[in-house]
């Protein structure tokens, strides 16, 4: 896809919806408050996500 952004879901429905849209999902869990913390940028969106430039590998966990 054409896409500039990583677009992050706000809850684990939401997520699971997007993601099966396009076959099987599977969700991970983003620690955004760290990535936050850490100085990344997030832009919210009018529909309820939120968009990054790019999550490095060790903020993301299994979904619980």
Do not use: C, I, K
């Not at 809850?11 to 969700?27: F, Q, Y």
């Not at 620690?31 to 309820?48: E, Y």
């Amino acid at each position: 896809m054409d896409r500039n952004f990583v677009h992050l879901s706000m809850d684990m429905e939401s997520a699971r919806e997007t993601g099966e849209r396009h076959g099987n999902a599977v969700v991970l869990t983003v620690a955004s408050g760290q990535m936050q913390q850490n100085g990344f940028t997030f832009f919210p969106t009018a529909s309820d996500v939120w968009l990054v430039d790019h999550v490095p590998p060790d903020y993301l966990h299994a979904a619980g």
